[in-house]
């Protein structure tokens, strides 16, 4: 990995990340429309690509390390653009490695338990990345503007008082620290979205029918209360970004940006944690080669004891001037490689 690659992501994410204990005034401090300048649309595609392909190289070898796992916890207004970011950056990793879990109303069940409960069995597994869309952080946004959520949640009179949210506040913090101590990465993207670009990508989900699906008139409805959720919102960002697990604003009214952005914070994060392949030991080294001589003592007469080594022999030039023949197609792509 170029080092100056690495520093390139991390200066460009770095005015998007909530400063710890930073008191966050939404629509004073981010601006939904904001594009960095040294970013033109015309290449942000092709920066993206970049972003996905460093994605698909980091994972593989998240997985195979096998020690960290990573928390992508997604949160936005509606129409912000989760649903589309989630396609788009994760569209070069090996599925395998990867799980999502979208959080909606809690059923009965989930209200039965703690309120971490139904995300705490969600979490990712060492090796894997693990997406939220929604997440743990609805408990202090839609149930703090809509309070018969919490009247649901059938709490403890002491722990309903006034003093509910910090409380919250306070658990998730006390929560992603231990978290994190166990090897578990996590990354908070806020999609911060302008009210008039929601207005907007409302009304083309009404005006296009493939569109409808994703449109109900609640999600309109929401919008008389657009200043609790800035305001929830706000509160959120100022009580829990934490040195541990930081808040990053996305810029979510140009899509392509929005997507570059977060692309581009949690290739940081990957890079954090620069997993490694795990190293050969002496012990296993030993048994492969030992199987090695036992696969090639099974070869059918006629055939070469292995064919990749042959191969790969004739890929270095005298090799194969002295086998005295043209190198196999994969050897020439391992000399290609090397
Ligand atoms: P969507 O993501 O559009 O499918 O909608 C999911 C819905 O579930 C949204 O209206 C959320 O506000 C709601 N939701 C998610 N988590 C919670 C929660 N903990 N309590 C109440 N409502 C929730
Ligand atoms: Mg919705």
Same mark, same amino acid.
């Given at each position: 990995m170029a080092d100056r690659r690495a520093q390139r992501i991390a200066e460009a994410i770095a005015p998007l990340r909530v400063t710890p204990g930073?008191?966050?005034?939404?629509?004073?401090?981010?601006?939904?429309?904001?594009?960095?300048?040294?970013?033109?649309?015309? *290449?942000?595609?092709?920066?993206?690509?970049?972003?996905?392909?460093?994605?698909?190289?980091?994972?593989?070898?998240?997985?195979?390390?096998? !020690?960290?796992?990573?928390l992508v916890v997604l949160q936005a207004l509606d129409a912000a653009g989760k649903d589309g970011t989630i396609r788009h950056v994760m569209s070069g990793v090996n599925p395998q490695g990867v799980s999502v879990h979208s959080f909606k109303v809690p059923s009965s069940e989930e209200l039965d338990h703690d309120y971490l409960w139904r995300y705490a069995k969600s979490l990712p597994r060492r090796g894997e990345i693990g997406i939220?869309? #929604?997440?743990? @952080?609805? $408990?202090?946004?839609?149930?703090?503007?809509?309070?018969?959520?919490?009247?649901r949640q059938r709490l403890p009179r002491k722990v309903r008082g006034r003093d509910v949210w910090k409380r919250r506040y306070r658990d998730?913090?006390?929560? $992603? #620290? @231990?978290?994190?101590?166990?090897?578990?990465?996590?990354?908070?993207?806020?999609?911060n979205l302008s009210q008039e670009e929601q207005r907007i990508r409302f009304l083309r #989900?009404?005006?296009?029918?493939?569109? *409808?699906?994703?449109?109900?008139?609640?999600?309109?409805?929401?919008? !008389?209360?657009?200043?609790? @959720?800035?305001?929830?919102?706000s509160e959120m960002l100022s009580q829990t970004s934490t040195e541990w697990a930081p808040? @990053?604003?996305?810029?979510?009214?140009?899509?392509?940006?929005?997507?570059?952005?977060?692309?581009?914070?949690?290739? *940081?994060?990957?890079?954090?944690?620069?997993?490694?392949?795990?190293?050969? !030991?002496?012990a296993k080294r030993d048994e492969l080669e030992a199987t090695k001589v036992e696969l090639e003592g099974a070869a059918p007469k006629g055939a070469a004891p292995d064919p990749f080594a042959a191969e790969s022999a004739a890929a !270095?030039?005298?090799?194969?001037?002295?086998?005295?023949?043209k190198p196999g197609k994969r050897a020439r792509k391992a000399a290609q490689k090397g």
């Open positions: 930073k008191r966050v005034v939404l629509a004073k401090d981010f601006d939904p429309g904001y594009k960095a300048d040294f970013v033109k649309k015309k *290449n942000g595609a092709e920066l993206l690509q970049q972003g996905v392909d460093l994605l698909s190289e980091y994972q593989a070898k998240l997985a195979a390390q096998d !020690t960290y796992g990573v939220f869309n #929604r997440s743990y @952080y609805e $408990e202090v946004l839609v149930v703090r503007v809509h309070p018969e959520n919490l009247e998730i913090n006390d929560w $992603e #620290r @231990y978290l994190t101590d166990q090897g578990l990465v996590i990354v908070k993207l806020f999609l #989900r009404i005006d296009l029918p493939d569109h *409808n699906w994703k449109f109900s008139a609640a999600d309109a409805h929401e919008r !008389t209360y657009w200043n609790d @959720y800035q305001k929830a919102f808040w @990053y604003v996305i810029p979510a009214d140009h899509k392509w940006f929005a997507r570059l952005a977060a692309a581009a914070i949690i290739a *940081n994060a990957l890079i954090e944690i620069d997993p490694r392949f795990p190293k050969v !030991t002496p !270095t030039p005298e090799a194969g001037e002295k086998a005295g023949k």
